[in-house]
T-cell receptor, first 117, second 111 residues
C-alpha cells in the first residue's frame, strides 16, 4: 500500500476562519512533508517532519502551523489566511533512515484544493 | 538556492511520436526523481536515478542521469494519449530529505 490520504479534498475559507488540513499514511514512513502548489507551478516545500519532529521550515508565515501527532498523521492548521494562499496543498511521506535508493522516495497524496475568500 | 530547469516548458505532439524532456541544474544531487502529475492530483513517482550515467527503463519511458549528477532526461517512445500530464523532475539534497522540484514540462499527446 503506497497510499497517502488527505482530507478534505476541497476547502473554502474566509480570512478570519480557522481550519485544518489532515494527512495520513500507513506505510511506516518516518518523514512527512507539506507542499504548496500554485497553478501551473511546481510544488514548493513548506515543512518537513522527521521522526515526528520538525526538521525543515522553509520560512513559512506563522499563519500556517504544522503538527505531527504521531508517525502516521500530519496536520496543517490554518488561521488568518490571505487570498494569495489559495493553492493545492500536498502532503507526502518517505522513509528517512539510511542512504539507500528508496529512503527518500516521496509518495504524494491527492492534495487539498484551498480557496481563501 | 538550487534550481532545476526543465525544457521544453510545453510540448504538444501527435500520438506515436517520440519525445525527450530535459532537466538541468548547476548543482549536484544525490539522486533525482521523475514524477507525473494529472490536473488536481498529487504527483506520482515514476522513477529514481542515483548513479551518474544510470539509465532506467519503464516500458516506453527511458530515464537517464547525467554523469556528473547535475542533469537528467526522460525519453518517451511512441507517445500515447495516456502519457499526457505535467512531468516534474526533483533532485534530492545530500544528507537530508529535501527535494527541489524542476520547473515542469506540460505534455499533451494528440490522438
Amino acid at each position: 500500500d503506497t497510499e497517502v490520504t488527505q482530507t478534505p479534498k476541497h476547502l473554502v475559507m474566509g480570512m478570519t476562519n480557522k481550519k485544518s488540513l489532515k494527512c495520513e499514511q500507513h506505510m511506516g514512513h518516518r518523514a512527512m512533508y507539506w507542499y504548496k502548489q500554485k497553478a501551473k507551478k511546481p510544488p514548493e516545500l513548506m515543512f518537513v517532519y522527521s521522526y515526528e519532529k520538525l526538521s525543515i521550515n522553509e520560512s513559512v508565515p506563522s499563519r500556517f502551523s504544522p503538527e505531527c501527532p504521531n508517525s502516521s498523521l500530519l496536520n496543517l492548521h490554518l488561521h488568518a489566511l490571505q487570498p494569495e494562499d489559495s493553492a493545492l496543498y500536498l502532503c507526502a511521506s518517505s522513509w528517512t533512515s539510511g542512504n539507500t535508493v528508496g529512503s527518500y522516495e516521496q509518495y504524494f497524496g491527492p492534495g487539498t484544493r484551498l480557496t481563501v475568500t | 538556492t538550487q534550481l532545476l530547469e526543465q525544457s521544453p516548458q510545453f510540448l504538444s505532439i501527435q500520438e506515436g511520436e517520440n519525445l525527450t524532456v530535459y532537466c538541468n541544474s548547476s548543482s549536484v544531487f544525490s539522486s533525482l526523481q521523475w514524477y507525473r502529475q494529472e490536473p488536481g492530483e498529487g504527483p506520482v513517482l515514476l522513477v529514481t536515478v542515483v548513479t551518474g550515467g544510470e539509465v532506467k527503463k519503464l516500458k516506453r519511458l527511458t530515464f537517464q542521469f547525467g554523469d556528473a549528477r547535475k542533469d537528467s532526461s526522460l525519453h518517451i517512445t511512441a507517445a500515447q494519449p495516456g502519457d499526457t500530464g505535467l512531468y516534474l523532475c526533483a533532485g534530492r539534497d545530500f544528507g537530508n530529505e529535501k527535494l527541489t522540484f524542476g520547473t515542469g514540462t506540460r505534455l499533451t499527446i494528440i490522438p
